[in-house]
């Protein structure tokens, strides 16, 4: 299928956060854009406001009338729909039906598609990267997997410019439907196991995914990743080029990372580049490794260096990725999304250099139980870093319990004295007497509907 005859596009999911990028993307390009969603949230409000038709009950077969024109209408939903949800079977009988992904795929074979791929840091680095981007000669047009905190929003639209940045996401596999011209790629930690079925099955779907880079593109890559330029074939060269912190074997290597006034600083040494003193607008040993991911990206798209380090002093970073919420002088409360060990290693130690006397809480909703299961060494080794851990019940998402996985038997593995597994409203009740030191909320479950009271009381306790 392609945009040519298409005059109105349905979502059905269209609250969640990839789906609603894109519903304003063609909303913005003058389609008729509609859709379904279980509940109202503040992104169906915002979709709303700006004028596209969003509604919350299954109508079945009783779509709106306009959208059941096979030939002008394009039909896109996610996985996280149910199959048996009545207007999803509707449509399926009627229309070639879409995935979020292969609409995507579609825009990256209509422009020059910038992936950025991984395990970690994705949502970051691409949020990054298109700020950067938008901020320089080039311009861009971006999906991204977050909501970024300089535009107040998950999508940016420029159609003049060639360049999109797209969020490459693995889960079930749908990178693979994308067509890039360049890439980042962050990290290949397991996860996703649930849908890959064994390690050597996800390293391979990345190597696929590097594979279909052609012959004009080239991917930034961190350095000691398990990924293989293609074998030299006609036609195809598959420049790979690498970046790290502390990591001599990298092209672009990051050094002398230091946190002055709770700003944040480093060297980096590459081709043709020695740069003193790079500020970044968001602090972290993690966003220290993106930005240059970032800044070897922006270099060979030729971004001069002042748009680069500009963009990078000024980038305020996403929501839930490491995201203040009280900073005051006795008193911090960041937020994060971070659901994988690694993830979590790189929080709890960014924080740790920028306040390394200050007593550390960490609030941590573990998110699926097969995630739980195949990392709860790592979850109890990284979690172990902390003052005092608090964990919250397993978020299950999709999924149906396992026995003998639940925060209770990640409790037990976890060496830290002061540990406790509190429900959220337990956790407003032990927040009220925290006055000092740092509180850290961790999850990509609904621990995020935490964040707002648990800011209020926190603010009420320092003032």
Known sequence: MTFEDVKRIYFIGIGGIGMSA??????AKGYAVAGYDKTPSPLTDELIAEGMDVHFDDLGEAVPEAFKDTESTMVVYTPAIPKNMGELVYFQQQHHVLKRSEVLGLITRTSKGIGVAGTHGKTTTSTMLAYVLSQSSHKCSAFLGGISSNFHSNVIIDTESELTVIEADEFDRSFLRLSPYASIITAMDPDHLDIYGDEESFKQAFQTYSDKHND???IVRKWNLPI??????KGVTHNHITYGVNAAA???NGKNLRSVDGHFFFDLKGPGVDWKGIELGLPGIHNCENAIAVIA????????KEEILDGLRTFKGVKRRFEYHVRKEKLVYIDDYAHHPTEISALIDSVRMLYPTRHITGIFQPHLYSRTRDFMPGFADELSKLDKVILMPIYPAREEPIEGITSDELLKEIAVDDKLLLTPQEVLEWSKGVTSGVVLTIGAGDIDRLVLPLKEQLKSNSR
């Open 297 to 304: 990206m922006c270099i060979e798209l030729g971004l001069k």
């Open 216 to 218: 004009e593109g080239f």
């Open 22 to 27: 894109l519903a304003r993307y063609f909303h």
């Open 250 to 252: 990298a092209a672009y």
């Open 228 to 233: 293989q330029p293609a074998p030299p074939a």
